[in-house]
């Protein structure tokens, strides 16, 4: 543990208390226990499920989800906060919808930091103006995935449909140029999707970018939702492999907790449309609703084998990683992590406590 964790009991107990859930959590999730003493390490919290673009790789995009679309409340949002701050490592802000929308984003990062969370989102960037740029770098933010899906301004408007290429490049290479000249620490990756439309690009992009004041670049690979979208699926570069004659429960539901902006609680990001809605922490909060009766039938599920959920019949993204005694991961995503020279001998900044990356961890869900 750090120096600074070490000096301050509060935050040391806090610390002993997660790092003493992980193995209690990975047994429970080995024996296929329904409910144990365990909690969510990263609680996924969507700020708002309103997007400005129509990706071709995403639900929202293609606008094939159905669930009402708004913004997170600001005394839900406190609520859910206040509630896993004594336990969770970190919130991440971002799910279906872009982040910058919300008219409180900034206010909600400064909120969360204040209570000792690690916190993350990602951005479309087109709304990454200076002003936003200088308010994401002054709240406190850990980390922020700079989604640029393209070299070519032909192939990046292809993809993010209704994005402007020149605009949007304008806009990281500011932030990438405010958080060089102020300092700040916190990690910003910037990231490309790696499809049949961006595939022949990568290592172009990868070269380019690796140049910047960026910290990593994240090669996320497609991920397909479960498989429940035709025109997603054939977008992949490959084939998956017939990972499913090994299938295991998804450890997901053991490991992390997924609030709508409405206050539903879902198994993980592919259940997009809520179609199998697990509660609402409203009506009692969030470890009461993660522990719930729904979620508590969706683990003996997958404990004995019935992959039933419509989020779960087809779904591979399950595999991309295995937990560990005492680490974690995540299904959020999968992918290829390239350093910058900017990141060379960086140093994290004092106090700062880096969570172990999700699987090789891509970026917004």
């Known amino acids: 543990m750090r120096k600074e964790t070490l000096a301050d009991p509060r935050r040391f107990r806090r610390r002993l208390r997660q790092k003493a859930n992980m193995p209690v959590k990975y047994v429970s999730y080995e024996l296929g226990l329904e409910r144990a003493p365990t909690f969510p390490d990263r609680v996924y919290v969507e700020s708002t499920n309103v997007c400005n673009l129509d990706c071709i790789m995403c639900p929202t995009g293609l606008h094939i989800d159905t669930r009402p679309k708004g913004f997170m409340e600001w005394d839900l949002y406190t609520a859910i906060i206040d509630e896993i701050a004594p336990f969770a490592e970190a919130v991440v802000l971002h799910s279906w919808g872009e982040p910058l929308l919300h008219k409180r984003i900034f206010e909600m990062i400064e909120y969360a930091k204040e209570r000792d969370l690690w916190v993350e989102t990602s951005t479309n960037a087109t709304r990454l103006t200076e002003e936003a740029s200088r308010r994401l770098l002054s709240a406190g933010l850990d980390r922020i995935y700079l989604s640029m899906d393209g070299l070519t ?19 990281i290479e500011r932030f990438l140029e405010l958080k060089w000249k102020l300092g700040s620490p916190i990690e910003a990756d910037i990231q490309i999707v790696r499809l049949s439309e961006t595939d022949a690009e990568v290592d172009e992009f990868v070269r380019r970018w690796q140049r910047s004041h960026a910290d990593l670049i994240n090669i996320k690979e497609l991920d397909t939702w479960g498989g429940q979208i035709e025109d997603v699926s054939a977008l ?103 350093r910058t020279e900017e990141s060379v001998g960086h140093q994290p900044r004092t106090g700062a406590k880096p969570l172990p990356v999700l699987s090789g961890r891509g970026g917004p869900e």
């Open 153 to 171: 301004k032909e192939t990046y408007e292809r993809v993010r449909v209704k994005g402007r290429f020149e605009e949007v490049l304008g806009n």
């Open 236 to 338: 992949a570069v490959e084939e998956e492999p017939p990972v499913n004659r090994q299938r295991r429960p998804c450890p997901n539901l053991w490991y992390h907790c997924h609030i709508h902006w409405d206050g539903t609680l879902v198994s993980c990001s592919r259940d997009y449309d809520a179609v199998t809605p697990l509660g609402n922490v409203r009506n009692g909060g969030v470890l009461a609703t993660w522990h719930g009766a729904r979620m508590r039938a969706m683990r003996r599920w997958h404990a004995t084998g019935e992959f039933c959920a419509k989020q779960c019949v087809s779904c591979t993204e399950w595999s991309w990683w295995t937990p560990q005694p005492f680490l974690g991961g995540g299904t959020g995503g999968k992918a290829e992590k390239v």
